[in-house]
Structure formats: structure tokens, C-alpha cells
């Protein structure tokens, strides 16, 4: 079992930066390749971001690449969302996941285990 807590999203302006944490619980954080997603009012859930276990292989939406940047801390069982040059189109609530089998995916019904969001909200 993997308890994920998110925490750093806010309301911040058009082209600010915000830098999401996801803290894990348990003893086999290095055992998950983890994800970000996002989910705005009226839309589906969204792939964002993966990261491996090891943190050497990442992979992004077209939307938020060369903005955002995924990272993990493996001796502090976090995982980082860095966002850049935030959009109002970027605005949702972001969700971390961890993945236990495949690597990292972009498929969220792959994902065992899932934080309950924080809210970013880009204003114009």
C-alpha cells in the first residue's frame, strides 16, 4: 500500500512557475515508476508527466513540453512536478499516481495508486 500527498499548487499569473511535490509513503518508493496528471472542470483526466523508478526515462504531453519538468528524490520518497511558463490553459487539479508494473505509462487505469490533487489555477 501507497499513500500519495500532493501539495504546492496555488493561484499564480500567466507565465509564473509552480513546483509540485507528491509525497509517498512506505518503504518501496523505488519499487513505482510515477506520474502527474490533471483533470480540469467539465474535462477527462490527462496524462502530464511519467518518470521511471530509477529516474532515468521521462516522458511528457506535447502540451507541456520544454515547461515542465519531472523529477524524483528517491532518498525522500517525493516526486517533483517543476512547471514553467504556466498557461491559463494549464489551470486543473494535478494528481500524482504510482505505477507498480509497467514502467510509467500514460494511461491512468494503469496506475495502482493515486494522491488526492491540488488545485493550479493560471490567471490571464
Known amino acids: 500500500q501507497v499513500q500519495l500527498v500532493e501539495s504546492g499548487g496555488g493561484l499564480v499569473q500567466a507565465g509564473g512557475s509552480l513546483r509540485l511535490s507528491c509525497a509517498a509513503s512506505g518503504r518501496t518508493f523505488t519499487s513505482y515508476a510515477m506520474g502527474w496528471f490533471r483533470q480540469a472542470p467539465g474535462k477527462e483526466r490527462e496524462f502530464v508527466a511519467t518518470i521511471s523508478q530509477s529516474g532515468g526515462a521521462t516522458y511528457y504531453v506535447d502540451s507541456v513540453k520544454g515547461r515542465f519538468t519531472i523529477s524524483r528524490d528517491n532518498a525522500k520518497n517525493t516526486v517533483y512536478l517543476q512547471m514553467n511558463s504556466l498557461k491559463p490553459e494549464d489551470t486543473a487539479v494535478y494528481y500524482c499516481?504510482?505505477?507498480?508494473?509497467?514502467?510509467?505509462?500514460?494511461?491512468?487505469?494503469?496506475?495502482?495508486?493515486w494522491g488526492q490533487g491540488t488545485q493550479v489555477t493560471v490567471s490571464s
Open positions: 499516481a504510482a505505477d507498480r508494473t509497467h514502467g510509467g505509462s500514460y494511461y491512468s487505469y494503469e496506475y495502482d495508486y
